[in-house]
């Protein structure tokens, strides 16, 4: 009776808590049902994710073989509801605050329609009583190596006993669905101390009482450095913790953030800040990974870094442009393992180079520079909920043709930084040149771009 829930089992990890939960919502214990999966055909396999709650992690989701349908308002949520092929409604704990569908309206819809609600609930932390729970969520997820400092590989599932005791049964060590998802006994009674501890341990409110001493101690390392400021920001909401924001002017420190954040890697001893929640000249700190000594030594790496800024600075010299890349490119792209045919059409203006790129399945804009034969490329593809970054680097060769290296990502909207931009790995391509017609003017037949327009 930790959170006062009716039941709970240890799961491993959010994603894999939320391909049970469908898989529990889809096909129950039924075993028929649950031997096909993610053979859903013919049953209500459908999970509701509000416009706004969208996120990262749903592939888990239809991992278990469910189609995600995106709704708005409360008429598209009846409409979608009154189909009866929803099996769950999937909601994002931290975005509940600022939702355009109140989470009491999409409770008592989805109840209305014997349809249950799971709150993905896994950067926040759980409390006696839950908050979800105690609000008429079915299911509540929480990460367990988090707040709770628990088995990074695990997670707490919360909630209605028989939901969650399918979720057990269709998991190991049962022939099923979740056969591959095991959570080992010294990792369930791992996550089980730390949900004990967070929620009723004197030394877990010890620790998040030093939340901010440590952030200000961090401040005070970098105060008396010209151009630099501190904020501690108390974020309102679900959001658990409190963190630290440093902006500084770059006519003072002639760094960007992610020259920054290099910077601490390469440092003795490393040290790896958030890349997604930083703009060119701020980083934001989180403290709830942080001792009170690696506190310290935080604060410490950021003051030399930013005193010695010059020394990380890059060079401002400009080799001249060696090559015109303005055309229609034919790109074989090599990943680890296969290939796949691409189109590029680029225009160039001195070093800036922007244009289309176009894969099997989809199009996106073009951003880079090329600096005497040296081109690098950016190519995002916006989708829901994760776009698409093809990152090019290649040179210029003497036959017109461009050969390097290319790095594969996807980044939700909040996490646009290099780290997820790069999260699916590295690559080579191959360029060449199939047209050198007006940017935007194909010929006709071609179907991938026409008249500078994405089709």
């Not at 600022?98 to 309206?105: F, Q």
């Not at 950067?123 to 299911?139: F, K």
């Not at 060769?397 to 997820?420: K, L, Q, R, Y």
């Given at each position: 009776?930790?959170?006062?829930?009716?039941?709970?089992?240890?799961?491993?990890?959010?994603?894999?808590?939320?391909?049970?939960?469908?898989?529990?919502?889809?096909?129950?214990n039924?075993?028929?049902?649950?031997?096909?999966?993610?053979?859903?055909?013919?049953?209500?396999?459908?999970?509701?994710?509000?416009?706004?709650?969208?996120f990262?992690?749903e592939?888990?989701?239809?991992l278990?073989?469910?189609q995600?349908?995106?709704?708005?308002?409360?008429?598209?949520?009846?409409?979608?509801?009154?189909?009866?092929?929803?099996?769950?409604?999937?909601?994002?704990?931290?975005?509940?605050?600022?939702?355009?569908?109140?989470?009491?309206?999409?409770?008592?819809?989805?109840?209305?329609?014997?349809?249950?609600?799971?709150?993905?609930?896994?950067?926040?932390?759980?409390?006696?009583?839950?908050?979800?729970?105690?609000?008429?969520?079915?299911?509540?997820?929480?990460?367990?190596?988090?707040?709770?400092?628990?088995?990074?590989?695990?997670?707490?599932?919360?909630?209605?006993?028989?939901?969650c005791?399918?979720?057990?049964?269709?998991?190991?060590?049962?022939?099923?669905?979740g056969?591959s998802?095991?959570?080992?006994?010294?990792?369930?009674?791992?996550?089980?101390?730390a949900?004990d501890?967070?929620?009723?341990?004197?030394?877990?409110?010890?620790?998040?009482?030093?939340?901010?001493?440590?952030?200000?101690n961090?401040?005070?390392?970098?105060?008396?450095?010209?151009?630099?400021?501190?904020?501690?920001?108390?974020?309102?909401?679900?959001?658990?913790?409190i963190?630290?924001?440093v902006?500084?002017?770059?006519?003072?420190?002639?760094?960007?953030?992610?020259?920054?954040r290099m910077?601490?890697?390469?440092?003795?001893?490393?040290?790896?800040?958030?890349?997604?929640?930083?703009?060119?000249?701020s980083?934001?700190l989180?403290?709830?990974n942080?001792?009170?000594?690696?506190?310290?030594?935080?604060?410490?790496?950021?003051?030399?870094?930013?005193?010695?800024?010059?020394?990380?600075?890059?060079?401002?010299?400009?080799?001249?442009?060696?090559?015109?890349?303005t055309?229609?490119?034919q790109?074989?792209?090599?990943f680890?393992h296969?290939?796949?045919?691409?189109?590029?059409?680029?225009?160039?203006?001195?070093t800036?180079v922007?244009?289309?790129?176009?894969t099997?399945?989809?199009?996106?804009?073009?951003?880079?520079?090329?600096?005497?034969?040296q081109?690098?490329?950016?190519?995002?593809?916006e989708?829901?909920?994760?776009?698409?970054?093809?990152?090019?680097?290649?040179?210029?060769?003497?036959?017109?043709s461009i050969?390097?290296?290319a790095?594969?990502?996807?980044?939700?909207?909040?996490?646009?930084?290099?780290?997820?931009?790069?999260?699916?790995?590295?690559?080579?391509?191959?360029?060449t040149?199939i047209?050198?017609?007006?940017?935007?003017?194909?010929?006709?037949?071609?179907?991938?771009?026409?008249?500078?327009?994405?089709?």
């Amino acid at each position: 009776m930790l959170t006062g829930a009716e039941w709970g089992l240890v799961t491993a990890g959010t994603a894999a808590s939320l391909a049970l939960a469908t898989a529990a919502c889809i096909a129950g214990n039924d075993p028929e049902a649950m031997l096909r999966l993610p053979d859903t055909s013919g049953m209500a396999n459908k999970v509701i994710i509000p416009e706004d709650h969208r996120f990262a992690y749903e592939q888990a989701i239809r991992l278990a073989g469910a189609q995600i349908v995106s709704v708005q308002t409360p008429d598209e949520l009846s409409s979608a509801l009154g189909t009866g092929e929803v099996a769950m409604v999937c909601l994002l704990g931290r975005n509940e605050g600022s939702s355009s569908l109140p989470l009491d309206t999409l409770l008592a819809s989805a109840h209305a329609a014997g349809v249950p609600v799971l709150i993905n609930a896994a950067g926040l932390s759980p409390a006696n009583p839950d908050r979800w729970i105690g609000r008429g969520a079915d299911l509540v997820v929480y990460a367990g190596g988090k707040y709770l400092r628990g088995p990074q590989s695990t997670a707490i599932v919360l909630g209605r006993r028989k939901l969650c005791e399918a979720m057990w049964w269709n998991s190991a060590p049962h022939q099923a669905f979740g056969r591959s998802m095991k959570v080992g006994k010294e990792e369930a009674i791992g996550a089980v101390v730390a949900l004990d501890r967070w929620i009723n341990s004197a030394a877990a409110e010890k620790e998040r009482d030093g939340w901010r001493p440590r952030l200000q101690n961090i401040a005070v390392r970098l105060h008396d450095i010209a151009g630099v400021e501190t904020n501690v920001l108390s974020w309102a909401g679900s959001v658990t913790a409190i963190r630290l924001k440093v902006s500084w002017d770059k006519s003072d420190i002639p760094l960007d953030a992610e020259g920054l954040r290099m910077a601490l890697l390469r440092q003795r001893p490393r040290i790896l800040i958030h890349d997604f929640w930083s703009t060119p000249t701020s980083i934001i700190l989180d403290p709830i990974n942080l001792s009170d000594d690696e506190a310290d030594t935080v604060g410490r790496a950021l003051s030399a870094i930013f005193v010695r800024s010059q020394e990380f600075a890059t060079s401002a010299q400009v080799p001249p442009v060696e090559a015109d890349v303005t055309g229609r490119w034919q790109v074989e792209v090599s990943f680890l393992h296969g290939a796949s045919e691409h189109r590029i059409e680029l225009r160039q203006h001195g070093t800036d180079v922007t244009g289309i790129h176009q894969t099997a399945t989809s199009h996106g804009r073009v951003v880079g520079k090329i600096l005497g034969s040296q081109i690098e490329l950016e190519a995002e593809h916006e989708a829901t909920p994760i776009h698409l970054f093809y990152r090019f680097k290649g040179k210029v060769g003497s036959d017109g043709s461009i050969v390097g290296t290319a790095v594969f990502g996807g980044a939700a909207p909040e996490h646009m930084g290099p780290v997820f931009k790069g999260q699916y790995g590295p690559g080579t391509w191959r360029a060449t040149r199939i047209a050198i017609n007006q940017f935007g003017a194909v010929p006709a037949g071609d179907g991938v771009i026409s008249e500078g327009r994405e089709c």
